[in-house]
């Protein structure tokens, strides 16, 4: 993950406020959305094919896949080692974005899955 922008951090510091507030650079903050967006779906369509190979049906799906989001968010901020605000500038960017974005492509696999086992 890239971090943020430090490319300041050599120059003289004469105004305390003004460093108060962290700067992030734009293409490193898009590339960590974007790597949190194809986490979220990669692990969205594994998680699918697991919960149709073991059969879950209903609501029980859908708490495995919620499960799946917690456990990617964990691991996402692990990967970010607990310091958020090094790479992203809130922690909604790491723990909520996307978090329904995958949904789709979950129940898509979900149910290709529980198919070809269960039913073919």
């Known amino acids: ?5 430090d490319s300041g951090a050599s120059e003289k510091k004469s105004n305390e406020a003004t460093n108060d507030m962290p700067t992030f ?6 590339s960590n959305m974007k790597i949190i967006y ?10 699918g094919v697991i919960a149709g190979i073991l059969g879950f049906t209903g609501f029980i799906g859908f708490i495995f896949y919620f499960l799946v989001m917690a456990i990617t968010s964990v691991g996402l901020m692990a990967k970010a080692k607990f310091s958020v605000h090094s790479y992203f500038d809130s922690w909604n960017r ?5 978090f329904l974005g995958g949904l789709m ?16």
């Open 1 to 5: 993950m890239a971090g943020r922008n």
């Open 25 to 30: 650079n734009a293409e490193n903050l898009q």
């Open 38 to 47: 194809y986490s979220r779906t990669f692990l969205s369509i594994i998680g």
């Open 94 to 98: 790491i723990i909520l974005d996307g």
């Open 105 to 120: 492509s979950f129940v898509l696999f979900w149910t290709l899955a529980y198919d070809i086992v269960h039913i073919f």
